[in-house]
C-alpha cells in the first residue's frame, strides 16, 4: 500500500521511458530512503553504546522478524533492544521514562515522535526473540573469557565460580503457576520466587551461563544444567550445596577439577585413606547405590564406580569470622603442586562470587524483576546478564589500559559514571577524534577511583535504618482493613478506641 501510494503521488511519466523501468527506479529510490531512515532510527538509541561498540555484535540481532515487506514498526528490534538495555542500565527506570527518552531522541534526530503510552514499547519487548538475546550474551561472555591471560589463571587453571541465588517478581498469575511463592507463605502475601545458578568467571568477573529453575529445584540440581559448559582443564569452585558423589564424578569424567566445600551431612574420618599431611588425607569415595531423581538411569550408569578425592583441612586464624575450620574436598590430588594453603588462598576467593551477584541484582536492580508473564521473566534476566558483562567488558578494557588490577575498578563507580557520560558520546561517530577524546577522559574518571584495599573485612548483618511502622500484609490486599492512622496499628485495639 505504501509503495502504491508513493506511485500515485509521481508525475506523469516521460517520452521514452517505460513505466517498468520508472517503477523499478522509483522503487530502488524508496528502498534506499527506507533503510537510510531505518539506520538513523536506530541510531537514535544506539548513541548510547558508542561506548559497548567493541564488545557487541550488533548484528546478531538481524532484522526485524516481521519481514521486508511488513509494515514498519515504531520500535524495530534494534530499537527495542537499546532501550530495554538502557532501562536495564538505569534500575527503577519505567517504560514511560524510557519513552519519552525515544521522543527526545527522536526529536534531536529530526525523527517521527513516537506515542506518548508505552503500549507500543511493550508490546515490542515481546518481539524480542529470547533466542538471539541468549547469542549476544554468548558471543559477549567468550569475548571477556578470551582476553583473561594466562597470568590471571590460578597454577594454570582458569577458575570459574558457581553459585545460586533467588529473584522476585511480581505477584500475577501466569508468575505463580511457572514459579511459586515458598509454601510457608500465606496465600495472596508473597511473591513468585525464580532460582538461578550462575556460573562466573573468576578473573574477569563475566556471568557466562546460568540454569533457571523454580523454588523448589536445588542447587545441585540446576548444576547439571552446567556440566556440558565445563571445558577441560578448567576448575569449579563452588561452596557445599554442590558437593555430591554424582557432581564430582561426572565433573571428573569431562577431565575438569573441583574445589569445594565437602557438605555437612557428609560424615568426616580421619583414619579411612592415605595421610599426605597434616588434616591432608586421600580418600576413595564409592558410588551410592541409590539413585537419585536427578540423573537418568543411563547418566547413572555412566558414572564411575568410584573417584579418588582429597580432603584438606584449612583453619581460618582471620578475627571476625565465623568459621573457624573449613573441610574441603577437590580432586586436585598433587600435594607439591597444591598446597593446603593454596587451596585455602582460592576457595577464599570464592566469595567473589557473592559480589557478583550484588553487583547484578543490587546495582542493576535484578533482585526484584518487574516483568508481568514468565516469557518476559527470561527475556529479563537475559538482558540484565548481558548490561552486566557489557560493564564487565568496560571495566576489563580499562584495567588493561591503565594496568591496574580488575578487583580495584568499583563496578557500581562504572555504572555511575557510565549513566553521565553517555551523554557526551552522542556527537559525532563512533571513530571521529572527539569521541575517542571523551573516551580517554572516561577511562580516567574510573581509573583514578580506586577501591579501598581491606584485607579480611568483616561487618555484622545488621541493618540501621529503622523500617517504617506499616502494618505487614498479612492477608491478601482485597481483606485488609485499611487503618485510619498508621500509628493505631501499633497499639490494641480497646487503646486505639479510647
Known amino acids: ?190 511473591f513468585p520466587v525464580t532460582k538461578i545458578v550462575g556460573c562466573f568467571c573468576l578473573a574477569s568477573g563475566a556471568l557466562l551461563h546460568w540454569v533457571q529453575g523454580t523454588l523448589k529445584d536445588h542447587d545441585f540440581r540446576l548444576f547439571q544444567g552446567l556440566l556440558a559448559t565445563f571445558q577441560k582443564g578448567e576448575l569449579v569452585l563452588a561452596d557445599r550445596g554442590f558437593c555430591s558423589y554424582a557432581n564430582l564424578a561426572a565433573l571428573v569424567q569431562r577431565e575438569v577439577h573441583a574445589v569445594m566445600r565437602i557438605h555437612h551431612f557428609r560424615k568426616l574420618d580421619w583414619r579411612v585413606g592415605r595421610r599426605l599431611g597434616h588434616r591432608d588425607q586421600l580418600v576413595i569415595w564409592q558410588k551410592p547405590c541409590l539413585q537419585t531423581d536427578v540423573w537418568t538411569r543411563q547418566q547413572w550408569k555412566q558414572l564411575p564406580g568410584q573417584i579418588p578425592l582429597r580432603m584438606v583441612e584449612i583453619r581460618v586464624a582471620v578475627p571476625g569470622f565465623r568459621t573457624q575450620r573449613i573441610v574441603l574436598i577437590t580432586t586436585l590430588l598433587e600435594v607439591n603442586k597444591y598446597t593446603a594453603a593454596e587451596l585455602g588462598q582460592l576457595y577464599f576467593r570464592r566469595w567473589a562470587v557473592e559480589l557478583f551477584f550484588r553487583d547484578i541484582k543490587i546495582t542493576l536492580g535484578m533482585d526484584v524483576l518487574r516483568c508481568q508473564t514468565p516469557a518476559m521473566v527470561q527475556k529479563e534476566i537475559a538482558m540484565h546478564a548481558i548490561a552486566y558483562n557489557l560493564v564487565r567488558a568496560l571495566m576489563q578494557d580499562i584495567a588493561y589500559s591503565y594496568e591496574i588490577q580488575l578487583s580495584r575498578l568499583s563496578f557500581k563507580g562504572t555504572v555511575d559514571a557510565l549513566r553521565q557520560w553517555s551523554e557526551l558520546f552522542q556527537t559525532g561517530s563512533a571513530h571521529s577524534q572527539r569521541v575517542q577524546k571523551i573516551r580517554r577522559w572516561f577511562y580516567h574518571t574510573i581509573a583514578t577511583d580506586p577501591l579501598i584495599v581491606r584485607p579480611n573485612r568483616s561487618e555484622p548483618r545488621a541493618v540501621k535504618r529503622r523500617p517504617k511502622n506499616f502494618r505487614l500484609l498479612t492477608k491478601p490486599r482485597k481483606e485488609m482493613i485499611v487503618e485510619r492512622c498508621r500509628k493505631w496499628s501499633q497499639k490494641p485495639a480497646n487503646n486505639a478506641l479510647n
Not at 157 to 177: E, I
Open 1 to 190: 500500500m505504501y509503495l502504491q501510494w508513493c506511485m500515485d503521488q509521481t508525475t506523469p511519466f516521460l517520452p521514452g521511458i517505460s513505466p517498468a523501468l520508472f517503477g523499478r527506479q522509483r522503487r530502488s529510490q524508496l528502498d534506499k530512503i527506507r533503510l537510510q531512515t531505518e539506520q538513523l532510527r536506530q541510531a537514535t538509541l544506539s548513541r548510547l553504546c558508542e561506548i559497548f561498540e567493541p564488545w557487541l555484535p550488533i548484528k546478531l540481532l538481524g532484522q526485524d522478524l516481521q519481514g521486508s515487506n511488513s509494515r514498519k514498526r515504531t520500535f524495530p528490534i534494534n530499537l527495542t533492544f537499546w532501550a530495554f538495555l538502557s532501562q536495564v542500565l538505569s534500575p527503577g527506570s519505567a517504560c514511560r521514562e524510557i519513552v519519552r527518552k525515544v521522543q527526545v531522541w527522536s526529536v534531536q534526530h529530526h525523527q517521527k515522535l513516537p506515542d506518548s503510552g508505552t503500549s507500543a514499547y511493550c508490546q515490542a519487548r515481546t518481539r524480542l526473540p529470547l533466542e538471539r538475546l541468549g547469542r549476544l550474551h554468548e558471543s559477549l561472555a567468550l569475548k571477556l573469557a578470551s582476553r583473561t591471560n594466562v597470568a590471571d589463571f590460578w597454577l594454570g587453571h582458569r577458575v570459574k565460580v558457581v553459585d545460586g541465588t533467588g529473584l522476585s517478581m511480581p505477584d500475577t498469575l501466569a508468575n505463580q503457576q511457572a514459579y511459586p511463592q515458598p509454601v510457608t507463605q500465606k496465600v495472596g502475601c508473597g
